[in-house]
Structures are given as structure tokens and as C-alpha cells.
């Protein structure tokens, strides 16, 4: 009897594809509307009371790539920083300095029991350094992380979500995220990054509980690699070989320094000044030349090296440039104020105590239609600061659930830069990633909510 076809797992291109045509379709079910707009210190906010229904402006599904472009246009900050980024890292990749520091770290812990205490580091590590600096930025960190978690024992999904994961929580607490909390503040007329402490407080359950996620995933894996959601998927680093690890040494030190050093400059512009696209390329691109000269790497190889990184994000920055366009689908159909006007009177008909995590879930809901956080800001929290005041929510708990929704969304959608970013690059289908994701996810939305409804209760 002939064998029948195994169930192929789809590509991440083609789940995007898919989501751009339920986008389109979207078009036609949802009725199209429309806000009046004002612009305000240089920032376009939402009239609220001005929601009016216009013409239906349905995106025929046929023509779904002709977005594409205009996504493209839209990420080209994303996409050019990524392969300038990509290719400073990649002279840093080919001095074999991360390498050979993944090496000794695997060397201490491994058969030690001390494996977790590395994935731990790190992941706190990253979620303090996504504190005040996007995640986006760190996405060319994805062949560290892989590396990595393959020299102590783990699976491409640990590696990325050492890094992401962990950057996720800095990120979406909002602290001094100045795009996302800083546009939400200004919109609700409180100072900036006002509430600082409580929500500093938030990254620790919500930290602790990611951690052991992919520690109980970690363990699970080492224990049979076929429940691994990416087994005998070729990752990035597919030749990376565990058997023979390279060794950290004395020529590694001054890269290392260097690489600090640009990664301390990152965190200082954006602290102090405005961190840009633009400017985290610069960076990377002379940290990456500066380590290729103190490891007195030959110009050519360096060249070599730098190309070798640009194409490893080449076609993630493809796959970003596909998920942007299901934004402009959306917008082309004009069904996002229709969709957050709806939410916006339901949210009137929840109990005090829960209308907090409601206002969350809305966030989660709007974020599937308006990715980019200050875009959301500046769409919903005109609308929403309103509806807080009338419902006696304090303004800052209102921000909260909107740094939640917009931050803690973006792991489980197939259009998000970050996520894409990370995914793409390891070559794990998307479907696998969410069946990694959803459980902790759900575990988010449920310590998100709780700490929300504390925030209402103290009053924040």
C-alpha cells in the first residue's frame, strides 16, 4: 500500500500570507469607520465622541501582494538596521569570541546541573537591557542565543527565547520605554514614566515565570529531543558542532571588551538621548569593525564575514516587510476605529474590579490589527483615558494594561517585528513556535491581570 503524505508544517512566509488574506476578508465583515484626528505636541490623536461610519472600503483578496511593498516601505528602518546590525555581529561571530564564551559557559554547567543557572542569567540580562532599549534592536542577537543554548544542551526555541523571552518582559512592563509608555503618558497627561516603581515590580513575577517556562520546556527536551517543537528543523547555526566547542582565549578578551562597550554606548543613547534605528547600525557596524582590528582580523575576512551576516538577515527582513502589509490591509479597509469604538462601550459593561484586565485584553485584540506600540498609543488612549475617567480607573492603571497588551501580544502574532525576527532567523515554523508559546502566554494574560487588579486596588 502506498504510504500516505505526511502533514507538512507550513513556512512562516505562508503563514503570513494566510493571515494577509483573513485580513482582507476582515475588510468585508467588519463595517468600516472612522475617527476624526487633531494633532497635538506633533503627535496625531483621536477626537474622542467624533466615531462616524463611512464608506466600505473592502481589499480584494487577489490583490493582497500589492502591499507587500508598502510593507516593506514601512519596516525599511527595520530592515536596513537588521542587515547592518547582522553584519557587524557577524565579524564579531567570526573572531569566535561568543563562541568560545558560550563554550566555557557550557563546559561549567553542563553535566553539572548548572544549565539552568546560564538560561536564567541571560534571560534576566536581556529583560534589564529591554528596559529602556526596544527588542527589536536585539534581534541580531538570535546566533548568540542559539549558540548558546546548543552548547549546553538545548534547542533553537530556547536559544531565541533566551533573548527574546527575556526582553520581552523589560519591554512590555514599559518602565522607560519611551515609543510605547512615553506616547501613552503624554496622551493621558501624566509625567513621563511616572509609576516607575510598580511597574519595575511587575518584571519580577512575570520575569520568574518565563524563566521557568523554557527551563521546564528545556528540561523536557534534554530528557527525549523528539518532543523538541523544532525537532530535525535545520536551524541558522546547523553546523555548529556541540562535540567540538572552541575555546575562549586571550585574543577573544578585547573583543569582548569592545562589544561591551558598544552595548553600554546602546543603553546610553537610549537613556539619555533617542535611540534610532539608524543609530543602533552605526553602532553595531563599528563595534563589529573595532573587534575585527583588536582580534587583527585580515580586511578581506572581515568583508567575508560582514556579507555572511547581512545574508543571515536578509530574509528575515523579507518576512517582516510580508507582516507589515497586513497592517496596511487593515488600514486600506478602514475597520480598525470601528473595532476599537466597539471595545471601548463594552468596556462599560464589566465589573469594576475586572474592567483593568478587560481594558488588557481589548489592548490584545486591538494589537492584532496595529502592531507598532506608540501607533496603538496614539489610536486608543484617547479613546480609552475617557472611558477610564468615567469609570473611576486610575490613568496610570489604564497605561498598564495598554503596556501589557500591546508588549505581551506581540510573541503570538505572526505579523510582529520582534517575533518574526527571532523566528525567521532560527527557521522555526511559526505554527511550532505557537504551540510553544500559547501556554505561557495564557500564563502572562493570567499574572498580567492579576497585577493589574492589585494596581486598581492600592490605587496606582
Not at 199 to 206: E, G, K
Not at 428 to 448: E, H, M, N, S, V
Amino acid at each position: 500500500m502506498a504510504e500516505k503524505k505526511k502533514w507538512k508544517i507550513p513556512h512562516s512566509l505562508a503563514i503570513i500570507i494566510s493571515v494577509m488574506l483573513l485580513a482582507s476578508l476582515l475588510t468585508y465583515l467588519i463595517p468600516a469607520g472612522s475617527f476624526e484626528r487633531i494633532t497635538q505636541a506633533g503627535k496625531t490623536i483621536v477626537v474622542n465622541g467624533s466615531f462616524h461610519q463611512i464608506q466600505q472600503t473592502p481589499v480584494n483578496p487577489l490583490s493582497i501582494l500589492t502591499y507587500v511593498w508598502a510593507g516593506l516601505e514601512g519596516a525599511r528602518s527595520i530592515i536596513w538596521s537588521l542587515l547592518l546590525c547582522g553584519g557587524g555581529l557577524g565579524i564579531i561571530l567570526g573572531t569566535g569570541m561568543f563562541q568560545g564564551a558560550a563554550a566555557t559557559l557550557s563546559r561549567k554547567a553542563k553535566g553539572k546541573g548548572k544549565e539552568w543557572a546560564v538560561v536564567a542569567f541571560l534571560m534576566v540580562v536581556f529583560a534589564l537591557l529591554c528596559v529602556p532599549i526596544n527588542l527589536n534592536y536585539f534581534i541580531p542577537f538570535a546566533p548568540l542565543g542559539i549558540v548558546i543554548a546548543k552548547a549546553i544542551g538545548y534547542d533553537a526555541i530556547v536559544g531565541i527565547s533566551i533573548i527574546m523571552l527575556g526582553g520581552a518582559i523589560g519591554f512590555s512592563c514599559g518602565a522607560m520605554n519611551i515609543a510605547n509608555t512615553g506616547t501613552a503618558q503624554m496622551i493621558a497627561e501624566l509625567p513621563l514614566f511616572s509609576g516607575m516603581a510598580y511597574r519595575l515590580f511587575c518584571m519580577v513575577p512575570l520575569t520568574l515565570v518565563t524563566i521557568l517556562y523554557v527551563l521546564w520546556y528545556g528540561k523536557k527536551i534534554k530528557k527525549d529531543p523528539t518532543k523538541s517543537f523544532c525537532y530535525q528543523v535545520q536551524s541558522a547555526e546547523e553546523n555548529f558542532d556541540v562535540d567540538n566547542l572552541p575555546i575562549f582565549n586571550k585574543s577573544h578578551i578585547p573583543v569582548a571588551v569592545v562589544t561591551v562597550i558598544g552595548i553600554c554606548y546602546m543603553i546610553y543613547v537610549a537613556i539619555f538621548a533617542k535611540l534610532t534605528m539608524a543609530q543602533a547600525a552605526f553602532i553595531f557596524m563599528y563595534m563589529g569593525l573595532a573587534a575585527g582590528i583588536v582580534y587583527r582580523m585580515p580586511i578581506n575576512t572581515m568583508c567575508k564575514e560582514f556579507i555572511n551576516g547581512v545574508k543571515g538577515m536578509a530574509a528575515t527582513g523579507v518576512m517582516i516587510g510580508f507582516a507589515y502589509a497586513i497592517s496596511n490591509i487593515l488600514n486600506a479597509g478602514h475597520i480598525l476605529d470601528t473595532v476599537v469604538f466597539s471595545l471601548a462601550n463594552t468596556l462599560n459593561s464589566v465589573p469594576v474590579l475586572l474592567q483593568a484586565p478587560a481594558m488588557f485584553l481589548m489592548h490584545i485584540i486591538i494589537n492584532f490589527f496595529v502592531t507598532s506600540g506608540s501607533g496603538q498609543a496614539a489610536i486608543t488612549m484617547p479613546i480609552f483615558i475617557p472611558v477610564a475617567d468615567l469609570t473611576h480607573m486610575s490613568r496610570q492603571v489604564a497605561v498598564l494594561a495598554f503596556n501589557f497588551g500591546d508588549g505581551l501580544c506581540n510573541f503570538i502574532l505572526p505579523h510582529a517585528a520582534a517575533t518574526m525576527g527571532f523566528v525567521g532567523y532560527a527557521n522555526i515554523p511559526f505554527t511550532q513556535w505557537l504551540r510553544f508559546i500559547y501556554k505561557l502566554f495564557l500564563l502572562w494574560f493570567l499574572i498580567g491581570s492579576i497585577l493589574l487588579i492589585v494596581a486598581t486596588m492600592i490605587p496606582f
